[in-house]
């Protein structure tokens, strides 16, 4: 049986087609220098475009290729997990495709893991091409999920980051449907170490996570790691009661001693509007938890993989060292 890679580096992809030759080329130039032995573990999202056949053309020239096609578009929380289980490297890489998060990072990553590091992620100094508008909700997001969930996700992060083979199996035992892995991988612990990095704009295509991909996962975000919204809602229950509690009370006040008596639709249109928007809030909450229980217990596979196109780097000569395994 040969020897796993020291390092696997995970891309997930959807309509790549512009970016992924380039994609290859820089990964592998870095890879090449940076590890003793790597795999390229490309996963195909379901693309409608040519990503698919330059990613064969590619497995055919590269032995250190390996592509994960999947059945139909899955997402790209579900992508990267589908490459995170085909990954055999003793420590695992996850990176977009679009290279605004550069290859050239990842030697510096390498060398945490190697002093003992299980999980370094990357933190975004700078991000150039991204809007005032994205980089302003992105920022008060973290902060406030910070705020309420069980588990801190550390700010101004994606899912940039390296994984060592005890980190990786973890979590990889986490089977839920709704994933926001960053927050999965703070969530499993072990020793963690923030790298700081400079993120560029896009090298070429569009952003594959429109405003209602990122809402999407900003929700999963805040009810797979926090019951606040929950709790919340019997909040907002005792606060409305105490408030119609307090209506009632200076209604019968100015009828009684004011000779002043207010009139009865207003407020039983106001305490209508009152009451039935406190509800729809609380049934709404309490319907999103609901919903992703009923997805759990159907236990449908997170994603299909419809083939694998498997490395032949075996078939090789060993790769020149590029520093000691951990």
């Known amino acids: 049986m040969s020897r796993p890679p020291e390092l696997s580096a995970v891309v997930p992809c959807f309509n790549e087609q512009e970016v992924i030759v380039e994609t290859h080329r820089r990964l592998t130039a870095v890879l090449r220098e940076a590890a003793r032995d790597y795999e390229l573990v490309f996963v195909n999202d379901g693309s409608r475009d040519t990503t698919l056949p ?57 060398e945490k893991w190697r002093a003992g590091c299980d999980v370094v992620y990357g933190v975004r100094r700078s991000r150039a091409g991204e809007s005032w508008f994205k980089l302003l909700t992105a ?114 006040f100015l009828h009684a001693f004011a000779a002043v008596s207010p009139s009865g639709w207003i407020l039983l249109l106001l305490a209508m509007l009152l009451l039935g928007g406190m509800q729809l809030l609380g049934l709404g909450i309490l319907g999103e938890y609901v919903g992703r229980i009923y997805t759990e217990a159907r236990r449908r596979p997170l994603y299909v993989v419809e083939e694998v196109l498997e490395r032949r780097v075996q078939e090789c000569e060993p790769q020149r060292a590029g520093g000691a395994s951990a």
Do not use: C
Not at 100 to 109: G, N, W
């Open 54 to 110: 330059r990613l064969r053309q590619i497995h055919i020239l590269d032995p250190h290729v390996r592509v994960v096609s999947l059945s139909r578009n899955f997402g790209h929380q579900l992508a990267v997990s589908a490459g995170l289980r085909h990954a055999e490297g003793e420590a695992v890489v996850v990176i977009d495709a679009d290279l605004q998060d550069p290859p050239e990072v990842i030697p510096a990553m390498l």
């Open 139 to 252: 920022k008060w997001f973290y902060r406030l999920l910070n705020r309420i969930a069980d588990t801190q996700i550390p700010a101004d992060t994606g899912d940039f980051r390296l994984l060592s083979r005890r980190a990786l199996d973890a979590l990889l035992q986490m089977g839920e449907t709704h994933r926001l892995l960053r927050g999965m991988s703070s969530w499993i612990g072990f020793s963690q170490y923030g790298l700081a990095y400079d993120r560029g704009p896009r090298f070429a295509g569009a952003t594959k996570y429109p405003l209602s991909k990122m809402l999407k996962l900003a929700l999963d975000g805040v009810l797979s790691f926090s019951t606040l919204p929950l709790r919340l809602a019997s909040f907002l229950g005792v606060a409305t009661a105490f408030a119609g509690g307090l209506g009632l009370m200076g209604a019968f």
